[in-house]
């Protein structure tokens, strides 16, 4: 067995939550291309769902078959090397994902509103994102309040848990969020705090509408 030092184990386990967060994009891509082909919003010529396509083509293009490699080399350096790796390693892949979820945001948010588009794809495309959603404001939300702080909870903080305050503790709060519909237990401390709690809790009352609407929609087709 391996023991890492705190400062490994804490990349190793960063490390862990972005390959998370790549899979669960990857699935969400997969939905969408699975459903290409009988989407009637992209036989209309619907310009912004045309796009979001070409997007998910681009992003499973044969040459990024090449990034299959990155994750376990920075996995094994994680492990093994004898300095940590580099943050900006780590806020690249993690900006990325912020912008695949605005990106995941605005298309389903149009896809509501697209008669066109077929129940699977809108119900595939909620049921992949909403743990890519969990997931990504877990870290966003970690990131934030961890950078250059001695100490967590400084720019947001968490109901209910108290230090010694772990990455997991703000994973599981964005979890809390989305199980106990919509109340939130992140709180601004900072004004920057405030603003990503308030943009965090108006996208998740958006999502969470988006599929009771969706969801109710079905069960009258069934009745």
Request: proline share 6%; charged share 10%; with cysteine.
């Amino acid at each position: 067995m391996i023991n890492l030092p705190p400062n490994k184990l804490a990349q190793v386990k960063e490390l862990l939550a972005l390959t998370l967060l790549g899979l669960l994009s990857a699935i969400s891509t997969y939905l969408l291309l699975k459903e290409e082909a009988k989407s009637m919003a992209i036989q209309n010529g619907n310009p912004f769902i045309r796009a979001c396509f070409d997007f998910s083509h681009v992003s499973h293009h044969p040459l990024n078959v090449l990034a299959i490699f990155m994750v376990p080399t920075l996995w094994l350096l994680a492990l093994f090397a004898k300095r940590p790796l580099p943050r900006i390693i780590f806020d690249f892949f993690g900006a990325l994902f912020v912008f695949r979820l605005l990106f995941g945001f605005v298309f389903v948010n149009v896809l509501i509103f697209l008669p066109a588009a077929s129940p699977p794809l809108l119900l595939g495309q909620i049921v992949a994102y909403l743990p890519f959603f969990v997931m990504m404001w877990g870290w966003l939300m970690w990131r934030v309040d961890c950078s250059g702080q001695e100490s967590p909870q400084q720019i947001i903080a968490i109901s209910g848990v108290h230090e010694p305050i772990q990455s997991f503790d703000y994973y599981h709060a964005s979890a809390s969020c989305l199980i106990n519909q919509g109340k939130s237990e992140f709180q601004g401390v900072t004004k920057l705090g405030r603003f990503l709690v308030l943009i965090h809790n108006l996208m998740l009352l958006d999502i969470l509408g988006i599929a009771f609407v969706r969801a109710y929609g079905l069960l009258q087709k069934m009745l």
